[in-house]
T-cell receptor
Framework: QKEVEQNSGPLSVPEGAIASLNCTYS??????FFWYRQYSGKSPELIMS????GDKEDGRFTAQLNKASQYVSLLIRDSQPSDSATYLC???????????????FGKGTRLHILP | GAVVSQHPSWVICKSGTSVKIECRSL??????MFWYRQFPKQSLMLMAT?????????EQGVEKDKFLINHASLTLSTLTVTSAHPEDSSFYIC???????????FGPGTRLTVT
């Protein structure tokens, strides 16, 4: 059973601090990794994708990937109350997607930014 | 870019009736679309994967005769909930992916209430 594991939280972080969200995955051949943000009552929104080991930065967000450790993380700098949401880690197996490839989602980590 | 729409955004129907939900990719061609269901405070549950021009592939435990999926064009997939019952009340979300791409983009979701 291929799995994506996340701490369910809630993770409480003071406003302005760095929020660190972590994810591990079980399928060693996973190649593509995503972070989605889901506000309560809304659908998920793609915020980051990462395919290579190392860091990828986009604004206040940094995704980190370590394939050897099967670990992917998301850092949110200068956390804002509007960042309070559930963050879903998602993983897919192949770099060259075929039509039947599915993204495997973790259950999500609830993040609460304290004003 | 990468906008996915759903219609309707919410619907109330009586038990025993059928409801059709449309999912459209507005600015890209979606060779693959996915249908999810999400109950309150629970994680996303993949129902089926639909490839343009092919029959949908349903996840284990999802009744294909109850949840009819059609993906007749590269921009439109529909989910029909047949003979709806109150236990079918949920948040239904579609997502779409373009050929050769890894990212999956979600529609805003449809909230179904069966009375």
């Amino acid at each position: 059973q291929k799995e994506v594991e996340q701490n369910s939280g809630p993770l409480s972080v003071p406003e302005g601090a760095i929020a660190s969200l972590n994810c591990t995955y079980s399928d060693r051949v996973s190649q593509s990794f995503f972070w989605y943000r889901q506000y309560s009552g809304k659908s998920p929104e793609l915020i980051m994708s990462i395919y290579s080991n190392g860091d990828k930065e986009d604004g206040r967000f940094t995704a980190q990937l370590n394939k050897a450790s099967q670990y992917v993380s998301l850092l949110i700098r200068d956390s804002q109350p509007s960042d309070s949401a559930t963050y879903l880690c998602a993983v897919t197996r192949l770099a060259a997607m075929n039509r039947d490839d599915k993204i495997i989602f973790g259950k999500g980590t609830r993040l609460h930014i304290l004003p | 870019g990468a906008v996915v729409s759903q219609h309707p955004s919410w619907v109330i129907c009586k038990s025993g009736t059928s409801v059709k939900i449309e999912c459209r990719s507005l600015d890209f061609q979606a060779t693959t679309m996915f249908w999810y269901r999400q109950f309150p405070k629970q994680s996303l549950m993949l129902m089926a994967t639909s490839n343009e021009g092919s029959k949908a592939t349903y996840e284990q435990g999802v009744e294909k005769d109850k949840f009819l999926i059609n993906h007749a064009s590269l921009t439109l997939s529909t989910l029909t909930v047949t003979s709806a019952h109150p236990e079918d009340s949920s948040f239904y979300i579609c997502s779409a992916r373009a050929s050769g791409h890894y990212e999956q983009y979600f529609g805003p979701g449809t909230r179904l209430t069966v009375t």
